[in-house]
Protein backbone atom coordinates (compact mmCIF):
# COMPACT_ATOMS: atom_id res chain seq x y z
CA UNK A 1 0.00 0.00 0.00
CA UNK A 2 1.25 3.30 -1.08
CA UNK A 3 1.90 5.93 1.23
CA UNK A 4 2.87 9.30 0.88
CA UNK A 5 4.30 11.60 3.71
CA UNK A 6 5.25 15.41 3.18
CA UNK A 7 7.26 17.49 4.91
CA UNK A 8 9.72 20.48 5.00
CA UNK A 9 6.85 23.47 5.18
CA UNK A 10 6.83 25.87 7.97
CA UNK A 11 6.91 29.66 7.95
CA UNK A 12 9.10 32.16 5.34
CA UNK A 13 9.18 35.52 4.69
CA UNK A 14 8.62 36.71 0.88
CA UNK A 15 10.81 36.60 -0.80
CA UNK A 16 12.73 33.02 0.60
CA UNK A 17 12.81 29.72 -0.11
CA UNK A 18 11.75 26.32 0.99
CA UNK A 19 12.19 22.79 -0.31
CA UNK A 20 9.34 20.49 0.00
CA UNK A 21 9.77 16.45 0.62
CA UNK A 22 7.30 13.70 -0.84
CA UNK A 23 8.66 10.59 0.72
CA UNK A 24 7.17 7.63 -0.39
CA UNK A 25 6.57 4.12 1.46
CA UNK A 26 4.85 0.57 0.57
CA UNK A 27 5.88 0.77 -3.47
CA UNK A 28 8.74 2.52 -5.76
CA UNK A 29 8.01 5.11 -7.32
CA UNK A 30 9.87 4.92 -10.58
CA UNK A 31 6.25 4.07 -12.23
CA UNK A 32 4.68 6.94 -11.08
CA UNK A 33 3.59 10.14 -11.80
CA UNK A 34 3.97 12.68 -9.17
CA UNK A 35 2.29 15.81 -8.33
CA UNK A 36 2.21 18.64 -5.79
CA UNK A 37 -0.71 20.09 -5.17
CA UNK A 38 -1.90 23.10 -2.69
CA UNK A 39 -5.09 24.38 -1.22
CA UNK A 40 -5.32 27.92 -0.04
CA UNK A 41 -8.14 28.89 2.42
CA UNK A 42 -11.74 28.57 0.93
CA UNK A 43 -9.92 27.85 -2.50
CA UNK A 44 -10.39 24.76 -5.03
CA UNK A 45 -6.94 22.74 -4.66
CA UNK A 46 -4.76 23.68 -7.48
CA UNK A 47 -2.04 21.84 -9.26
CA UNK A 48 1.65 23.20 -8.47
CA UNK A 49 3.82 21.01 -10.58
CA UNK A 50 4.25 17.29 -11.53
CA UNK A 51 6.56 15.15 -13.03
CA UNK A 52 6.44 12.42 -15.36
CA UNK A 53 7.49 8.08 -14.39
CA UNK A 54 10.89 7.86 -14.18
CA UNK A 55 11.76 10.90 -14.23
CA UNK A 56 9.95 11.92 -16.99
CA UNK A 57 8.95 15.05 -18.29
CA UNK A 58 7.95 17.58 -15.70
CA UNK A 59 4.57 20.33 -15.72
CA UNK A 60 4.34 23.52 -13.46
CA UNK A 61 1.55 26.18 -13.11
CA UNK A 62 2.20 29.59 -14.72
CA UNK A 63 1.81 31.00 -11.36
CA UNK A 64 5.01 29.09 -10.14
CA UNK A 65 7.15 28.90 -13.30
CA UNK A 66 10.56 30.30 -12.80
CA UNK A 67 10.45 30.11 -9.33
CA UNK A 68 9.33 26.13 -8.78
CA UNK A 69 11.78 22.91 -9.43
CA UNK A 70 10.07 19.43 -9.11
CA UNK A 71 12.70 16.68 -8.98
CA UNK A 72 12.63 13.09 -7.62
CA UNK A 73 15.32 10.80 -6.20
CA UNK A 74 14.13 7.33 -7.17
CA UNK A 75 17.25 5.83 -4.98
CA UNK A 76 15.71 7.34 -1.88
CA UNK A 77 11.87 7.21 -3.37
CA UNK A 78 11.27 10.69 -2.46
CA UNK A 79 9.58 13.55 -4.61
CA UNK A 80 10.93 17.11 -4.00
CA UNK A 81 9.38 20.68 -4.71
CA UNK A 82 12.20 23.16 -4.60
CA UNK A 83 10.41 26.83 -4.21
CA UNK A 84 12.57 29.77 -4.36
CA UNK A 85 11.19 33.54 -4.46
CA UNK A 86 8.02 32.60 -2.55
CA UNK A 87 5.19 35.26 -2.46
CA UNK A 88 2.51 35.19 -0.08
CA UNK A 89 0.13 34.13 -2.81
CA UNK A 90 2.00 30.63 -2.15
CA UNK A 91 0.68 30.14 1.39
CA UNK A 92 -1.18 27.21 1.07
CA UNK A 93 -1.29 23.84 2.24
CA UNK A 94 0.95 21.69 0.03
CA UNK A 95 -0.01 18.13 -0.70
CA UNK A 96 1.83 15.58 -3.13
CA UNK A 97 -0.06 12.72 -4.63
CA UNK A 98 0.88 9.72 -6.66
CA UNK A 99 -0.68 7.73 -9.86
CA UNK A 100 1.26 4.57 -11.65
CA UNK A 101 1.69 5.16 -15.20
CA UNK A 102 4.28 4.52 -17.57
CA UNK A 103 3.65 7.67 -19.30
CA UNK A 104 6.91 9.88 -19.04
CA UNK A 105 4.01 13.33 -19.32
CA UNK A 106 1.99 14.05 -16.78
CA UNK A 107 -1.01 16.71 -16.87
CA UNK A 108 -1.70 18.69 -13.52
CA UNK A 109 -5.18 17.30 -13.16
CA UNK A 110 -5.96 16.13 -9.19
CA UNK A 111 -8.51 13.81 -11.14
CA UNK A 112 -5.96 12.13 -12.86
CA UNK A 113 -3.96 11.06 -9.27
CA UNK A 114 -5.21 7.81 -7.39
CA UNK A 115 -3.18 8.20 -3.69
CA UNK A 116 -2.65 11.48 -1.75
CA UNK A 117 -0.15 12.77 1.56
CA UNK A 118 -1.65 14.42 4.44
CA UNK A 119 -0.14 18.09 3.40
CA UNK A 120 1.99 20.49 4.59
CA UNK A 121 1.71 24.15 5.59
CA UNK A 122 3.53 26.53 3.92
CA UNK A 123 3.02 30.16 5.20
CA UNK A 124 4.68 33.16 3.67
CA UNK A 125 3.93 35.80 5.42
CA UNK A 126 6.48 39.07 6.79
Known amino acids: QLQLVESGGGLVQPGGSLRLSCAASGVTLDYYAIGWFRQAPGKEREGVSCIGSSGGTTNYADSVKGRFTISRDNVKNTVYLQMNSLKPEDTAVYYC???????????????????WGQGTQVTVSS
Open 97 to 115: AAEPTVQAMCVLEKADFGS
